[in-house]
């Protein structure tokens, strides 16, 4: 690494002030800042330093990503080679869905990258790493058959329009990934919501064996196929078709796990967001007026992307309340509207996509207000003291 970073110290006057490449500067130091940490320091003035910067905290929510999209990799091949009937091992299965998913981790980085470098250029500002985690979540909450130029457009449309013009990276007031999933489910929704998108092949026309259907608990669910749902243990482990990191609840929970020790994501959202599940699932069971809302509350956590959008969609630090009170009521409605919309409204079976959006644009008012009720209660405290006289 010393030969590299000497390397970088003799090129960089070139792309310095004054350098024949100056105007690439901002390319130049967003790959010097994604090898090494920054050499610029503060030198005057009084500031808080913290250990946990934008790198550290995007690398973190990458390796809390890695259990599910390892299991997802896995999970490719078990369904693939399930629908055609053939025994395969788990190597097999494994580099059969590293092969498949490969292409779409490219196609998302380079495009989503791509826009992020110009956009960089022309405004003259520094390459900051705000898409290296949208860049991995977009792929992992596609279906794995997605056309590369359908993901393409998905992401161009999330980071043109759901960051840039917002002024990039921590100014975007939804959230990147859920975007591009949101942009094909309305503009190519024959390519999210059907049943055999979800299993590489299966939309290639490729013969299947018997009584394999290849739809997901949701897909069933709006079928009316209420008594053929996979088991408890099938969708808590996560061997069932679906978006490729969002099936394994335990890649999930090991991601919540990481991204709670670190301190990186919030354990009041993710608790939160499953609370107004269970509790709106709960309400449903005691209404009870048709077989959906018959379904246990349960089930709900472990269906379709909801846990994997409590850990890693709803936390999203730029999108979601910053107020230790807001993250309550933020999660919470996150939760409850996440199972209305999927029981009342089976036209949009995966509820939490259009749950976090909606609480996306509402997350700055219920800040607003509750700043606005920690001052009132200020203000009042301080009447009480100015007409008791106690000091």
């Known amino acids: 690494m010393k030969s590299l970073r000497e390397k970088i110290n003799r090129i960089k006057p070139h792309f310095s002030k004054g350098g024949k490449f100056a105007k690439l500067r901002s390319v130049f130091e967003g790959f010097e800042t994604f090898l090494f940490v920054p050499d610029s320091v503060t030198s005057k003035g009084s500031h808080i330093r913290d250990s946990i910067d ?87 909450i596609m279906p794995i058959d997605v056309p590369l130029w359908m993901l393409a457009l998905a992401t161009a449309f999330a980071v043109i329009l759901g960051k840039e013009v917002f002024g990039g990276t921590g100014m975007n007031i939804f959230n990147p990934a859920l975007l591009a999933r949101a942009f094909i489910f309305f503009s190519y929704p024959g390519w999210i919501s059907g049943d055999k998108v979800w299993i590489e092949g299966l939309t290639k026309g490729k013969d299947v064996v018997d009584g394999f259907s290849g739809a997901t608990p949701l897909g069933l669910l709006a079928q009316n196929h209420f008594d053929s749902l996979p088991s408890l243990m099938d969708m808590f482990v996560g061997t069932i078709p679906g978006s490729v990191g969002e099936t394994s609840k335990i890649a999930i929970l090991l991601g919540a796990a990481i991204l709670i020790i670190t301190g990186v994501g919030s354990w009041k959202i993710i608790t939160s967001v499953f609370a107004g599940g269970i509790t709106m699932g709960i309400l449903f069971n005691i209404i009870g007026a048709n077989q959906y809302m018959q379904i246990p509350f349960y089930y709900h956590l472990l269906m379709g992307g909801f846990a994997f959008g409590a850990v890693f969609m709803a936390t999203d630090p730029v999108s979601s309340s910053q107020t230790e009170t807001g993250k309550w009521i933020y999660g919470f409605l996150i939760g409850l509207l996440s199972i209305l919309i999927r029981v009342v409204n089976p036209a949009y079976p995966e509820g939490v996509m259009l749950a976090i959006l909606l609480m996306n644009m509402l997350a700055p008012l219920i800040d607003h207000y509750v700043v606005q009720a920690n001052i009132k209660r200020r203000l009042k405290r301080s009447k009480v003291v100015l007409n008791t006289g106690v000091r």
């Open 54 to 140: 934008l790198k550290r905290t995007m690398s973190v929510v990458i390796i809390a990503l890695v259990p599910a999209m390892l299991f997802g990799m896995w999970n490719i091949g078990f369904q693939h080679y399930r629908s055609v009937g053939v025994d395969a091992g788990f190597m097999h299965k494994f580099l059969f869905g590293f092969i498949k998913l490969l292409p779409l981790i490219i196609v998302s980085y380079v495009t989503g990258l791509g826009i992020e470098f110009a956009a960089a250029q022309i405004r003259g500002h520094e390459i900051n790493e705000g898409f290296l985690v949208s860049g991995l979540l977009i792929p992992l």
